[in-house]
């Protein structure tokens, strides 16, 4: 949760692993989306502890949730 604390003015931002694994599949997207400073959208997708597993997995897994949550919206600017 370190990417986004400065821009969510020091929340410790939970990740989208950690959202899945307490809350299961049917979640909404406010509950890994968070605006932040310059309404800039922050996102924390989380992976396995450093030496267990892969962490292509946690970005995989955030980017699919994101598409089938739908925020991924035309007006967004990258």
Do not use: H, M, W
């Not at 800039?40 to 955030?62: F, K, Q, Y």
């Amino acid at each position: 949760a370190d990417s986004t604390r400065l821009i969510l003015g020091g929340l410790a931002q939970r990740t989208v692993l950690d959202t899945l694994s307490e809350e299961g599949d049917d979640i909404d997207l406010d509950l890994v989306l968070k605006p932040g400073f310059a309404c800039i959208r922050c996102v924390e997708s989380g992976g396995p502890e450093p030496g267990v597993g892969c962490a292509g997995r946690g970005i995989i897994t955030s980017i699919n949730l994101l598409e089938r949550l739908g925020a991924y919206t035309d007006d967004l600017d990258y």
